[in-house]
């Protein structure tokens, strides 16, 4: 089994600190870790659950693939991150099993993570994130 553990269940939002505000008040919730990832073009909010996050996500640039999904879809679930020993192990596999990937080889995730995106047209409409620590 590659999979080890939920990473993460994204949720793409407009406003990044009413987001924080509501999980605050509704579950009490609080920001474990936050950081703008320059690279996808967003700024997360980590909120600890367990052993996993939920991972509020912001754009901060028009182009980024976060603003594409809500300007398609709106706020909501954006993708699903699952954790893995070996990104590239991994990748690998999904790519064998008929996955598409989005990033052909690992690369450098937010909280020091490596990570790779596989698109949900070969994932049973899920973006999926392996998340390797």
Same mark, same amino acid.
């Given at each position: 089994? @590659? @999979? *080890? !553990?939920?990473d993460h269940v994204a949720i793409a939002v407009r406003d990044l600190e009413a987001a924080i505000d509501y999980y605050h008040r509704a579950f009490g919730a609080t920001v474990d870790? =936050? !950081?703008?990832v320059e690279s996808d073009g967003v700024e997360e909010a980590l909120l600890k659950v367990a052993d996993s996050y939920v991972q509020l996500l912001t754009p901060t640039r028009d182009d980024s693939p976060v603003a594409k999904a809500i300007e398609? =879809?709106? !706020?909501?679930l954006h993708h699903i991150g699952y954790r893995v020993a070996d990104c590239g192990e991994a990748l690998a596999s999904m790519i064998a099993a008929g996955a598409t990937p989005i990033d052909h080889a690992p690369r450098p995730g937010s909280r020091? *993570? *490596?990570?790779?995106?596989v698109h949900p047209k070969g994932s049973f409409g899920t973006l999926i994130e392996l998340v390797e620590e």
């Open positions: 089994m @590659l @999979l *080890t !553990e939920i870790h =936050r !950081e703008v398609k =879809r709106g !706020e909501g020091g *993570t *490596t990570v790779a995106f």
